[in-house]
């Protein structure tokens, strides 16, 4: 396994700053500055413990997610291979009988980055999705998770880096938004662990298992602790 290389901090400072700049001069900060750490009271109703977890293949192929997860009700909205542009039409027709979930778990970006796709470009489609879900569900939390590092996307991490950084400058400028640190847990000894299928992107039970763990103790440290006690105790 190939261990992370590391870039010289002011480079990924300067890039931070960078994208800081962009993103909040691209969004209207006034209208997003404050971000609250409960739901509102409308939306504790008794019996909602559903959680939508949306994005690409890595999710659309984490087929235990229900096992994983239980507690919680799931429901798997990701799809193979899929980038940004693919996601977003999609989250777009939502509809209203599909109801509303207790929280958002995202997972986006990855094979945007793998695609070439600028990681200035991501955010700004981030920045997309976020919209939607202020206008479809607003204030229905969202955890996005961090970049996954991967044997077979060597090549990509320093744009994962870039992404992850740039997503924790960007998120606490939204309403209800937070990162979910999938990284870390995923490295041992500064090396990627056994956690991949035979491709060396995708994660076996293992590497699932590590994210269901982050999943729910994030979701433990956003949702009022009644919400965690009723649906996951």
Same mark, same amino acid.
């Given at each position: 396994?190939?261990?992370? #290389?590391?870039?010289?901090?002011?480079?990924?400072?300067?890039?931070?700053? /960078?994208?800081?700049?962009?993103?909040?001069?691209?969004?209207?900060?006034?209208? =997003?500055?404050?971000?609250?750490?409960?739901?509102? #009271?409308?939306?504790? *109703?008794?019996?909602?413990?559903?959680?939508?977890?949306? !994005?690409?293949?890595?999710?659309? $192929?984490?087929?235990?997610?229900?096992?994983?997860?239980?507690?919680?009700?799931?429901?798997?909205?990701?799809?193979?291979?899929?980038?940004? *542009?693919?996601?977003?039409?999609?989250?777009?027709?939502?509809?209203?009988?599909?109801?509303?979930?207790?929280?958002?778990?995202?997972?986006?970006?990855?094979? #945007?980055?793998?695609? !070439?796709?600028?990681?200035?470009?991501?955010?700004?489609?981030?920045?997309?999705?976020?919209?939607?879900? #202020?206008?479809?569900?607003?204030?229905?939390?969202?955890?996005?998770?961090?970049?996954?590092?991967?044997?077979?996307? *060597?090549?990509?991490?320093?744009?994962?880096?870039?992404?992850?950084?740039?997503?924790?400058?960007?998120?606490?400028?939204?309403?209800?938004?937070?990162? !979910?640190?999938?990284?870390?847990?995923?490295?041992?000894?500064?090396?990627?662990?056994?956690? =991949?299928?035979?491709?060396?992107?995708?994660?076996?039970?293992?590497?699932? $298992?590590?994210?269901?763990? /982050? /999943?729910?103790?994030?979701?433990?440290?956003?949702?009022?602790?009644?919400?965690?006690?009723?649906?996951?105790?």
């Amino acid at each position: 396994m190939r261990s992370i #290389d590391s870039s010289p901090l002011a480079k990924l400072l300067t890039a931070l700053l /960078v994208f800081a700049v962009i993103l909040v001069g691209w969004r209207l900060y006034g209208r =997003y500055r404050e971000s609250t750490a409960t739901l509102p #009271d409308n939306m504790a *109703a008794a019996g909602n413990c559903t959680l939508w977890f949306v !994005g690409s293949s890595s999710i659309h $192929r984490w087929t235990s997610l229900d096992r994983d997860m239980a507690p919680w009700a799931t429901e798997n909205r990701g799809i193979n291979s899929a980038t940004l *542009a693919d996601i977003l039409p999609r989250f777009a027709n939502i509809k209203p009988r599909e109801g509303r979930p207790r929280a958002l778990i995202f997972y986006v970006g990855e094979n #945007d980055i793998a695609n !070439g796709v600028p990681v200035r470009t991501v955010m700004r489609q981030l920045a997309s999705l976020f919209d939607l879900r #202020d206008r479809l569900l607003p204030d229905v939390p969202v955890l996005l998770l961090s970049a996954k590092p991967s044997p077979g996307r *060597a090549t990509f991490l320093r744009e994962q880096r870039l992404f992850n950084a740039a997503a924790q400058q960007f998120l606490p400028h939204m309403r209800v938004a937070y990162y !979910g640190d999938i990284t870390t847990p995923l490295f041992a000894g500064g090396v990627m662990g056994d956690n =991949y299928q035979r491709d060396g992107v995708h994660m076996n039970a293992r590497g699932y $298992r590590i994210w269901a763990e /982050v /999943v729910r103790q994030r979701l433990r440290d956003i949702l009022p602790p009644h919400v965690t006690h009723n649906c996951a105790p």
